[in-house]
């Protein structure tokens, strides 16, 4: 039945645009003979009435002179495989028309003999049997997909309101065919939503090699992010391209359409339910304050400065040294205040952070109160090729804009800090331990003095974040969509992940929480095995993996080794000595580090090093810093020299 279906629409399909005009009308006018003949049988219950027989030329007269009026008043210029909700209206219009034909050819010709109940029941019968023949047709003939070929069929999981809206948008646009809803509402099974069925999720497999599905379209925009995940991972193992429509609240925003199809965002990989946050916290330190946020238009920075807008700070100052960076992010946060009805002045300084000057200067002339400290440079081997660069900028940087923050009387003082410090073999993660041992020695000494008030000084910790610069999913997604192969280091390299809202959340949270020289680290669940990551990607994108138990696969993945410097596994604690938080989700950690006289020699001797481009002797200075730290043989330097330290414009 399946194949002479196909047959009969590909017949039709192909036929000149004369030929299937031309099948339209004859079935046209077949059902205005059919209406009119009906209306005579209904209402003088025979199967030829006499006073059809004497004139019997009136139906096809009737059905002659509709099929003109309709065609002069355009009921054929519309593509019936692309009829919509106006259809409806059409048809009613159509079968008025005729019916008025039908009336005035008896009345002008004074024929006797015709019911006048015939004419309600030749109109109420055409309605349905153009609306009829015309609703087979756009289920017989699917709207041809993009340059001619036929429509993709697809999948819907969710028979909400965005499943329909979506349905229904889709048919219209005709470069996809829904074939059927999936739904976990066990009511709805079996049952038809605009005549499509609603079937299992347990059906999925069957439905896919039935319907040669090759996409399903995730219409869940209000679901949370955990019965996603499940849903994402059912669908893994299947050939199919998965997608979704946007989340509620884009919708509701009009920021996004229900058909504004997207890859399923990368959170939704995640394995763990997001942290909630807590929203006194969220504004203890932000909302009318005063606020300085580094390294703003990178990806942990601009997020940050996006949360921090929401919340209704009194004043936002960028410090940005990407001028290009500076200027996107000032534009989007400007709006972003227009839209959430807030007085925050944005200010945007075109600075390094090695620039302490600057910095104390800002700090005062705005009379900062909290800062947020995100400039860093974070990826690994290339820090690990510019050793100078990364050291100046992650250690010295964050130095000057403490010391800067101090003295201006700064209350709250946040680093943006990473999981590679513990126990790091690279000179990034190095680097930012070292970076945190300022803070916790800058707030002892601080502690330390009778006198004043002092900055209570912060730093939080966390894994790798989804979809930033640098991580492996927008590499991945870019590998996929070329053909491959995907770059995997090692098949047992694991991570910590979790996204970027997240992230920007802990930090803003943590920083009312401070008590001096805390360590803040996030729950982050089970850490991610990378290769099972790649595998997923690969799979949600409708395709398979290459290997020797799958030859034919479309993407290959490829084990490239450990880069300079890379761990398999990434840890997030130094010590046992950890306590809870107000937030159930975060702890603080208390860890040794250098008292700040002992601390201070070191740097100054550091400064030294990399204002000679010493290499091994900054790394050998690393090593007795840096609990933990064992350098690997790295790449020597390239690129940077004496004085080219640079703030880094994302973490």
Known sequence: ???????????????????????????????????????????????????????????????????????????????????????????????????????????????????????????????????????????LLPAPGRNGHAPTPVLIYGAGLAGVQLADTLELGGEYRPVAFLDDDAHLHGTAIKGLPVEAPARVEELVTRHGVREILLALPSTTRQRRHEIVTSLSHLPVHVRTVPGLGDIVSGRSRVDDLREVDVDDLLERAPVPPDEDLLDACIAGRRVLLTGAAGSIGSELGRQIVRRGPACLVLVEQSEAGLYAIERELNALVATVSGATRIVPVLASVLDAAQLEQVLHDERIETVYHAAAYKHVPLVEENVTTGVRNNVFGTLHTARAAISAGVKNFVLVSTDKAVNPTNVMGASKRVAEQVLQALAAAQASQSSGGRTCLSMVRFGNVLDSSGSVVPLFRRQIREGGPVTVTHPEITRYFMTIPEAAQLVLQAGSMCEGGDVFVLDMGEPVKILDLARRMIHLSGLSVRD??????????????????????EELLLGTNVTGTEHPMISRAREDYLPWPKLRTHLDALELLCRDTDIDGIRELLTELVDGYGPPEAPRERRDGPGKGVVGSVH
């Open 548 to 569: 020797e138990l799958n030859p034919g696969g479309d993407i290959a993945i490829r084990f490239t080794g450990l880069r300079p410097g890379e761990k398999l596994y």
């Open 1 to 139: 039945m399946h194949a002479l279906l196909s047959a009969v629409q590909q017949q039709l399909t192909s036929l000149p645009r004369v030929g299937k005009r031309f099948v339209t009308l004859s079935a046209d006018a077949a059902v205005v003979l059919f209406a009119f003949w009906a209306a005579f049988k209904l209402r003088l219950e025979h199967p030829w009435p006499p006073v059809l027989a004497e004139h019997w030329w009136l139906a096809p007269a009737v059905a002659a002179l509709s099929l003109v009026a309709w065609y002069v008043l355009g009921l054929y210029h519309t593509v019936i495989r692309l009829l919509g909700a106006p259809a409806v209206m059409a048809v009613v219009q159509a079968a008025a028309v005729a019916t008025a034909i039908y009336i005035a050819l008896v009345a002008l010709l004074q024929l006797g003999g015709i019911p006048r109940a015939t004419y309600p029941l030749f109109f109420v019968l055409l309605v349905v049997c153009l609306g009829g023949t015309r609703y087979v047709a756009r289920r």
